[in-house]
């Protein structure tokens, strides 16, 4: 299948579009179609009911900045959930973290796993790390049924359509709030702020009812749509933008600095505008 155009349509409206080196793998999973490529721009490509998920050249944005900003929020960081993300690449951001002690990841969709596995082990090479544990479970029943035990709760979920919906719900960011510590942090992927601005503005609502601080943020990820991406954190009593940034310990990044940190918060006025909208 040399130099065949993949194509993500991103809205009813907007593609976009790689050319392919191969389809490494195909597969319709218990829960959705999975498609591994190797793309001539992005390198390897993992896609999920035709939404690009990650790529090996961009793929390190969104995994320190989903893990990071938390990471290095929270004042003790010892166990650490991941909801979805079953390519691994939160886990091999939070397993550099030197205070965590246990990282759980909860992944509906064993094919994901296996796959990223298989085809991107740069990204999921962490699941064998010895911190780490591996669940194959709805991550809203695993929620359901834990009380103030995480430290902090990472939500990595696809677009808000078929098996994450639930994923974006005030009923489930209720159920997050009960299963973290006195001090605990969520952070969600949120979508993007050009093509996705109810949605930003409904979560927030929810976040900011919910916890005390309610925080939107910012980064550059060419593959998803708009390359414009935001991620929502729910902290109760740690502000992310008061975080003393001279003692966040230097690691081995490419996109997430302390500086960065900080930076991340101050949104454009149109985004910002959206929050108060
Ligand atoms: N999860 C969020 C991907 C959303 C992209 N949306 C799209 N391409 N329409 C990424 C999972 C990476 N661990």
Same mark, same amino acid.
């Given at each position: 299948?040399?130099?065949?155009?993949?194509?993500?349509?991103?809205?009813?409206?907007?593609?976009?579009?790689?050319?392919?080196?191969?389809?490494?793998?195909?597969?319709?999973?218990?829960?959705?179609?999975?498609?591994?490529?190797?793309?001539?721009?992005?390198?390897?490509?993992?896609?999920?009911?035709?939404?690009?998920?990650?790529?090996?050249?961009?793929?390190?944005?969104?995994?320190?900045?989903?893990?990071?900003?938390?990471?290095?929020?929270?004042?003790?960081?010892?166990? *650490?959930?991941?909801?979805?993300?079953?390519?691994?690449?939160? #886990?091999?951001?939070?397993?550099? @973290? !030197?205070? =965590? $002690?246990?990282?759980?990841?909860?992944?509906?969709?064993?094919? *994901?796993?296996?796959?990223?596995?298989?085809?991107?082990?740069? #990204?999921?090479?962490?699941?064998? @790390? !010895?911190? =780490? $544990?591996?669940?194959?479970?709805?991550?809203?029943?695993?929620?359901?049924?834990?009380?103030?035990?995480?430290?902090?709760?990472?939500?990595?979920?696809?677009?808000?359509?078929?098996?994450?919906?639930?994923?974006?719900?005030?009923?489930?960011?209720?159920?997050?709030?009960?299963?973290?510590?006195?001090?605990?942090?969520?952070?969600?992927?949120?979508?993007?702020?050009?093509?996705?601005?109810?949605?930003?503005?409904?979560?927030?609502?929810?976040?900011?009812?919910?916890?005390?601080?309610?925080?939107?943020?910012?980064?550059?990820?060419?593959?998803?749509?708009?390359?414009?991406?935001?991620?929502?954190?729910?902290?109760?009593?740690?502000?992310?933008?008061?975080?003393?940034?001279?003692?966040?310990?230097?690691?081995?990044?490419?996109?997430?600095?302390?500086?960065?940190?900080?930076?991340?918060?101050?949104?454009?006025?149109?985004?910002?505008?959206?929050?108060?909208?």
């Amino acid at each position: 299948m040399q130099g065949v155009w993949f194509t993500e349509l991103q809205n009813s409206g907007l593609g976009i579009s790689c050319r392919t080196k191969a389809v490494l793998h195909q597969e319709k999973t218990k829960f959705q179609n999975l498609l591994m490529l190797d793309t001539e721009v992005f390198g390897r490509m993992l896609v999920l009911d035709g939404a690009i998920q990650t790529s090996i050249k961009d793929e390190f944005v969104y995994h320190e900045m989903i893990s990071l900003v938390a990471l290095n929020t929270h004042p003790d960081p010892r166990r *650490v959930l991941v909801v979805g993300g079953g390519d691994g690449g939160a #886990i091999r951001e939070i397993v550099k @973290h !030197p205070q =965590v $002690e246990r990282a759980t990841l909860v992944e509906i969709d064993q094919g *994901v796993i296996d796959t990223a596995r298989r085809y991107l082990p740069e #990204i999921s090479h962490a699941l064998d @790390h !010895p911190k =780490v $544990e591996v669940l194959v479970e709805d991550g809203i029943k695993h929620i359901q049924e834990r009380e103030s035990y995480y430290d902090i709760i990472l939500v990595d979920s696809t677009d808000p359509v078929g098996p994450a919906v639930g994923l974006f719900a005030a009923d489930f960011y209720r159920q997050i709030h009960k299963a973290l510590t006195g001090e605990g942090i969520f952070v969600a992927q949120t979508e993007s702020p050009w093509f996705n601005q109810e949605l930003i503005r409904q979560v927030y609502r929810s976040v900011s009812d919910i916890f005390p601080i309610a925080k939107l943020y910012l980064a550059n990820i060419p593959t998803y749509p708009s390359g414009l991406w935001s991620f929502t954190m729910g902290s109760k009593q740690h502000d992310p933008e008061k975080v003393d940034i001279t003692r966040i310990p230097e690691t081995d990044t490419r996109y997430y600095t302390p500086q960065l940190h900080l930076a991340a918060f101050n949104l454009p006025k149109f985004v910002k505008e959206l929050l108060q909208g």
